[in-house]
């Protein structure tokens, strides 16, 4: 029999992939954490806050460096071991910008150290996901998803899904608060992430790191670390997914990340805007002197 596939359009389903990241990810048990490494894009080492990294440590073209301690990319910050948490108190933030949507934020809340300002930043607010099926229902069918999200499908999701983050009101809404507050000292050290620190927080530190002169194959190299990270704590349910007939392309696909996800934000950007300084001004709202508030604030010349 003709499997009947849903005609979902490819950019709904990556909303609901969101929610799906955010019900099945859970924290990862191990040793104690490391201490932190001054190789950029690294983990900080906390087994419950996985994908938390300092954004700090990377060169920029006009032979400045981003500094360390100032701003943090991360996962969730729901369940974390006391442990962690300590370690979480010894970065001193002030302020955490929470990307997630209602239903996420209800489902896990933060945990935060006392005394961080908590801010939401609903970047997928304008997301209409009328007439949308059921993803955790799809994935929980190997076969229907072989079907529907097989053969290039779920790439094609995500592809669409990242232009998103440049032409919805919200994202832009969202973004630019965010840049806006990064570039205050007073509101520093700060962290930004969503549930996963993949997506709406991947695009987010590469748009920053662009705007601050990193090149773009280091940006690449700092987005795609979040498979190092974020991919273990799915294991279990890829090999699951695989197990019962399920493209193994697929899980892969959904639950890391791909330079194709990213080059179609900023190709997105780019047939939109022009140009990172134009993406900041006049998708943003970012002045000239707010965006050069950011690089001063952020960087630093190296001696």
Known sequence: ?????????PSIL????LLLLSSVIASCSGDEANESASEPGKSLGLASIPNLRDLGGYETTSGARVAYGLVYRSNQLYGISPSDMLMLTKLHLKNCYDMRTVTERNAKPN???DGVHSLWLNVMADFSTTGSVNLLEILSDPQRANAELGEGKIEAMFEAGYRQFISLASANKAYSELFRSLGDTNRLPALFHCTTGKDRTGWAAAALLSLLGVPKDL?????MRSNEYILPLYEATIQQFIAAGGDPSIPTAALGV????LNAAFDEMQMTY????KYFSEGLGLTDDQQTALRNTLTIINH
């Open 14 to 17: 990556f909303s609901f992939l």
């Open 274 to 277: 022009g140009s990172i300084e």
């Open 219 to 223: 940006v690449i190299e700092d987005y």
């Open 1 to 9: 029999m003709k499997h009947k596939t849903s005609k979902c359009h």
């Open 258 to 261: 791909k330079e194709e996800y």
């Open 111 to 113: 945990e935060l150290p």
